[in-house]
């Protein structure tokens, strides 16, 4: 399935996969390092900076795999493709952040409870510092590249890896407050660390939960989208647009249009598969479905009763927009679609509502109302 990028998919994969490879060496040179002076000082601040350098190692090794299983072509198990396992990819990073901040907070409580004195030296703020500062360009270059190519575990790995100058610069300060008054914060400070690690697992976590559960499409792409629709001739409105996301930027959905009602069977088959092929091609979405709404042009009597019972829907508190609206004078039928917002206490009595006021309006007519959810 097509990407909604203006790169390559196979660019996209070396891009992702070039920056985790920058990540896995960076973190193994920083983790061999702090693990050495760590140990050598008693710090076990170091230390635990050091097991962080590499869990964020591990997670660059997942967002490789991640990122090649995740290109592989759809087939009869899978027809929308593998894009998903980069979501899953990001929730193994978001783990391994959240294990590294437990195991990390039970050793900073042992250390409370049965401390070690460090011995810090030149070298170990040295090292500190080139820490710090290797890890704010490591974290800020990673961070950019995700969101440049769209990939949560690039970006969970750009924000763990400033998180991590964070830990680092504070391991500093420790140090220098240790030197300066013989006050070791080593095992409280490896304790606030850990937390703050946790805090940073559970976000990542609860995002790449949201993103799997399935989220509403950005506002940005499904403008564009309806764009696109409404600059054909005849399309007056672009409405239920539904997408269904199947990894970072692959999208397929459906949408309604709004046509004149005079238009036969083939101008319709010719407008859908236009407009098919060029929200494919201008934003890499596949629409497998466009639905018709067949609306009332020649009658000025339907007309007016569209705009006052258009006036009278939006009165009601919590529906957004009413639309697909069509008359029968033969069969005595008006028919419509409300879009309720989430947010409404109750939808259904929403629509009941205006229901209820239409027919108290116009009594001689079936009233007919759907209720759309506010998908895009």
Request: proline share 3%; hydrophobic share 50%.
């Amino acid at each position: 399935m097509k990407k909604n990028t203006d790169a390559p998919e196979e660019g996209r994969s070396r891009v992702i996969i070039r920056t985790s490879i920058i990540g896995i060496l960076a973190n193994v040179f920083l983790a061999a390092f702090k693990a050495v002076v760590g140990l050598f000082s008693h710090s076990i601040a170091i230390v635990l900076d050091a097991v962080n350098n590499l869990s964020d190692a591990a997670s660059s090794l997942i967002t490789i795999v991640g990122t090649k299983l995740a290109g592989k072509e759809a087939d009869r198990e899978h027809p929308f493709g593998y894009g998903r396992i980069e979501y899953l990819s990001a929730m193994l990073i978001s783990g391994i952040v959240l294990y590294a901040g437990i195991t990390a907070l039970i050793e900073s409580l042992k250390k409370i409870i049965h401390p070690d004195v460090p011995e810090y030296g030149a070298a170990v703020l040295i090292i500190l510092a080139a820490g710090v500062i290797v890890k704010i360009v490591l974290g800020r270059y990673v961070k950019a590249t995700g969101e440049k190519v769209r990939s949560d575990s690039l970006i969970n790995s750009g924000q763990d890896a400033v998180l991590d100058a964070v830990i680092s610069a504070a391991t500093l300060a420790a140090a220098v407050i240790y030197l300066v008054s013989g006050i070791s914060l080593e095992a409280w400070l490896g304790a606030i660390i850990s937390l703050v690690i946790i805090k940073a697992g559970v976000e990542m976590l609860t995002d790449t939960i949201s993103k799997l559960l399935g989220e509403r499409a950005g506002a940005e792409l499904a403008a564009a989208i309806k764009k696109t629709i409404v600059s054909f001739d005849g399309v007056t409105g672009a409405y239920d647009l539904i997408l269904h996301n199947y990894g970072p930027d692959a999208y397929n959905g459906s949408v309604h249009i709004e046509v004149p009602d005079t238009f036969s069977a083939g101008q319709l088959d010719d407008l859908t598969r236009a407009i098919t092929a060029a929200v494919y091609e201008k934003h890499g979405v596949i629409l497998t479905g466009v639905g018709i709404y067949a609306v009332n042009t020649s009658d000025p009597v339907t007309i007016k009763m569209r705009e006052k019972i258009r006036e009278e829907a939006l009165q009601e508190p919590g529906v957004l927009q009413m639309h697909g609206f069509y008359r029968s004078e033969e069969q005595k039928f008006i028919r419509f679609d409300l879009v309720v917002s989430f947010d409404a206490p109750d939808r259904a009595a929403a629509v009941r509502h205006v229901k209820e006021r239409i027919k108290t309006l116009y009594p001689g007519y079936d009233v007919v109302i759907a209720m759309d959810a506010d998908f895009s």
